[in-house]
């Protein structure tokens, strides 16, 4: 247990060191912020293609065309039939003549067109949505094999390439997003524990007579993990102040655009703070199980 | 002033000084049959010798002879290939590391560069070794006073050690090793940058320590200080130790080390009676 004596030679020692180490601190801070930046930043862009990918997703249905030459009462038994398949959310009937008004106002100014027809080419269909959990490539490929079999359909749609396209890219970029995630984090552990090494050497004398009069490695430590853990608490800040304002200023221009709630702006902070820590923590480890130099 | 004076406390029987002993009961340091290896390079071989609680004894040999190594065993900042090193009744070999900062706690320790805090008072260095741990405040400002008084040193409390003497600043550094009542003291090469005089009143310094009853392990390849020295002598060579010898007979009572260099034998004479000591400086 400290004495008070202690506490206080932990608590001064533990600020000196930013008024002893100017320079190197400044630097371990940046870098630190500069680290969690990039981190931030790839994980927002990632959380944002998400967003993207979940509104791309709502938009994934099927348009099961049927065959004309049909009686409308064996049209009407596919509702239930498709009801039954996996993922089906709903099914809306849309008849012929209900597509052609649809196309009609599509076509805009070149609706005369139309006339020039002498019947409705457009069959009726059945527009199908999937549950939330459903609309995935893969599933909605699966109904659709399935109902490409039966014999009342003649045609199905759906904006499958965009959304194969979209997975496709979201995927890589969060693989991308990973693997430079991790790199930036050793790369910021590598530089932290550098750092705290440069501090420790100039610190070299202290460390030493501390081992020789009896002083523990945690009480060594100490002053060390605070120092980091107060240049990761001010790193985060910073890095998280510049991120909130970028953030503020996109918001505006971009419409649906995702931002980091207060509670995981403070996680990153936190995060930042483990990084300190963890550098101190490194590079103390192995320059305390050295020799004393006795 | 000689390096020689008789001993303020109870010693064994020159039988347990003998090259050769093995560890007792009595013993404060004990070394049986000791190896130690340091990547491959052998730097002790079967040491075996043991010291008493309160003995003042001087370690000597040349550079690279082994003779930090044996201090470096004692202070269990090395750790033996072969044998058992026993410091205060703690084995080497079955000691929890996360203890040692408790047996260093009783151990002070003298060095030839000083290892001074460069940017702290004097009173502030020997301050260290008690507040890391964890002496009261009101306590340790009492037990700097008192050693700091003890070396000479208290009206120079406020100084940083570049403006002090080498022989002051060595003051302070046994100042700093005494504070905390170590049971040991292990002083290396502690005269090494110091000229004769100051040496003197460094070596004069720490038999005062031992006079409170503190064993005293002291390390020098300096011939001329192991000449004048009057109590018992180890000597180390290629990791070995040659000798063990307890200097029952002072080899020279009648010069001191400044004497002895400085001053003709017939000069030296008169001058060489030694004060009457104060009292231990420690107790």
């Given at each position: ?61 099927l348009r099961v065309y049927l065959r004309d030459d049909l009686p409308t009462e064996r049209l009407a038994e596919l509702r239930p039939r498709l009801l ?211 | ?283």
């Open positions: 247990m400290l004495n008070r004596a202690q506490v206080n030679y932990l608590a001064r020692e533990s600020l000196a060191g930013f008024s002893r180490r100017k320079l190197t601190t400044g630097v371990t801070i940046l870098i630190m912020a500069s680290a969690l930046l990039v981190l931030a930043v790839l994980t927002l862009v990632t959380l944002n293609l998400g967003t993207l990918l979940e509104t791309a997703r709502g938009g994934l249905d039954a398949l996996p993922g089906v959310q709903q099914v809306q009937w849309i008849d012929a003549e209900a597509a052609l008004a649809e196309f009609r106002q599509q076509l805009g100014e070149d609706e005369p067109l139309l006339d020039l027809l002498d019947r409705n080419p457009l069959p009726s269909s059945y527009h199908v949505t999937f549950t939330p959990a459903a609309r995935t490539p893969d599933a909605v490929r699966a109904v659709r094999d399935e109902v490409t079999r039966w014999d009342e359909v003649s045609e199905i749609l759906f904006n499958q390439d965009w959304v194969d396209a979209l997975e496709r890219w979201t995927f890589r970029f969060q693989m991308a997003s990973l693997v430079a995630g991790l790199i930036v984090f050793l790369a910021a552990i590598f530089v932290i524990s550098n750092t705290v090494k440069l501090t420790i050497a100039s610190s070299a004398r202290i460390i030493q007579v501390q081992k020789l009069v009896g002083a523990t490695n945690a009480f060594i430590r100490t002053p060390f993990l605070c120092e980091g853990a107060v240049q990761g608490l001010l790193a985060g800040i910073l890095a998280m102040g510049l991120l909130a304002i970028a953030g503020r200023v996109l918001g505006r221009s971009l419409g649906g655009f995702v931002f980091f709630s207060p509670a995981q702006l403070m996680g990153f902070v936190m995060f930042c703070v483990t990084l300190g820590l963890a550098g101190s923590w490194a590079a103390m480890r192995k320059y305390l199980t050295l020799r004393s130099d006795i | 002033m000689a390096t020689q004076r008789p001993p303020a406390n109870p010693r064994p029987g020159p039988e347990a000084w003998s090259s050769g002993s093995t560890p007792d009961g009595r013993a404060i340091i004990s070394f049986h049959h000791v190896d130690l290896e340091y990547e491959d390079q052998k730097a002790l071989a079967d040491v075996t010798f043991s010291i008493a609680n309160g003995e003042f004894v001087c370690l000597t040999g040349p550079s690279g002879a082994g003779k930090s190594s044996i201090l470096r065993l004692v202070a269990m900042d090395a750790f033996p290939t072969k044998g058992q090193v026993i410091v205060r009744g703690m084995p080497a070999t079955r000691m929890n590391r996360g203890r040692v900062p408790q047996l260093r706690r009783e151990i002070g320790f003298v060095f030839q560069d000083f290892r001074l805090l460069e940017d702290r008072s004097v009173e502030q260095n020997v301050a260290f070794a008690q507040l890391v741990v964890g002496v009261p405040h009101l306590q340790i400002l009492q037990n700097v006073m008192r050693v700091l008084t003890q070396v000479g040193l208290y009206d120079k409390r406020h100084r940083l050690p570049r403006q002090l003497s080498g022989g002051e600043q060595q003051r302070v550094a046994i100042a700093r090793a005494m504070v905390n009542s170590p049971k040991i003291l292990l002083a290396d090469e502690p005269t090494g940058n110091l000229d004769p005089v100051t040496a003197q009143e460094i070596i004069d310094l720490l038999f005062r320590v031992n006079d409170s009853g503190t064993c005293v392990l002291f390390s020098t390849h300096d011939h001329e200080i192991v000449k004048t020295f009057g109590q018992r002598v180890l000597v180390v060579d290629g990791g070995r130790l040659l000798s063990d010898e307890r200097r029952r007979v002072p080899v020279d009572r009648s010069a001191s080390l400044v004497d002895h260099m400085y001053r003709a034998p017939a000069e030296a004479a008169p001058t060489a009676q030694r004060p009457a000591r104060r009292e231990p400086a420690h107790a």
